[in-house]
């Protein structure tokens, strides 16, 4: 059974970096899968932020790519998120989530419980 | 960005009733279109991908259709369990991956 855990600290300043882990289990991020993440405004609705593929490539959102930089390390276990410059607007829960593709759509088949993330001094 | 749009945003409805929920996309998408619940401080779980293709354990009582721009999530009879918000999510045109901004079914 595929197990994903985000963690990280829940209080970020206004300015600073936000960072968080997705710990794998059950798979690994060198399977032929592509890994993501993505946030939620708490009462809101889904916002993709990008994904990084087994090889180590990646994709971003336009509108937070500028911020983002998604990355392994070395253990293949586990993948990480980095948003730069973050404000209020960023305070969400963030999902770390497994991709899989069937019938040509790609969907996210295996998710975090997600981590509230709160920008504040 | 294609923008993808549910409705209602709200829905009302009794255990026992069949409900359904669309999604319209801003471009064509052809069947690349999927849905989610989501329980309250849940992390989404999927339901249907592909427009109509029921994801392994997922009840009966859920199916999906359409192709094209419009789409839809159906519940033959609700249970308790099936209220929730729904979201639909596009990846024909990435990136971005984009949502829907969901559908609450609540219990009447």
């Known amino acids: 059974q595929v197990q994903l855990q985000e963690s990280g600290p829940r209080l970020v300043k206004p300015s600073e970096t936000l960072s968080l882990t997705c710990a794998v289990s059950g798979d690994s991020v060198s399977s032929d899968h592509w890994w993501s993440w993505v946030r939620q405004v708490p009462g809101q609705g889904l916002e993709w932020i990008g994904e990084i593929s087994h090889s180590g490539s990646t994709n971003y959102n336009p509108s937070l790519k500028s911020r983002v930089t998604i990355s392994t390390d070395s253990s293949i276990i586990q993948f990480s998120l980095h948003l730069t410059s973050v404000t209020a607007a960023d305070t969400a829960v963030y999902f770390c989530?497994?991709?899989?593709?069937?019938?040509?759509?790609?969907?996210?088949?295996?998710w975090g419980q997600g981590t509230l993330v709160t920008v504040s001094s | 960005d294609i923008e993808m749009t549910q409705s209602p945003s709200s829905l009302s409805a009794y255990v026992g009733d069949r409900v359904t929920i669309t999604c319209r996309a801003s471009q064509t998408i052809g069947s690349y279109l999927n849905w989610y619940q989501q329980l309250p401080g849940k992390a989404p779980k999927l339901l249907i991908y592909?427009?109509?293709t029921l994801q392994s354990g997922v009840p009966l009582r859920f199916s999906g259709g359409g192709s094209g721009t419009d789409f839809t999530l159906t519940i033959s009879s609700l249970q308790p369990e099936d209220f929730a918000t729904y979201f639909c999510q596009q990846s024909y045109s990435i990136p971005p991956y984009t949502f829907g901004q969901g559908t609450k079914l609540e219990i009447k």
């Open positions: 989530a497994r991709e899989r593709t069937r019938s040509g759509t790609t969907f996210f088949d295996y």
């Open positions: 592909a427009a109509s």
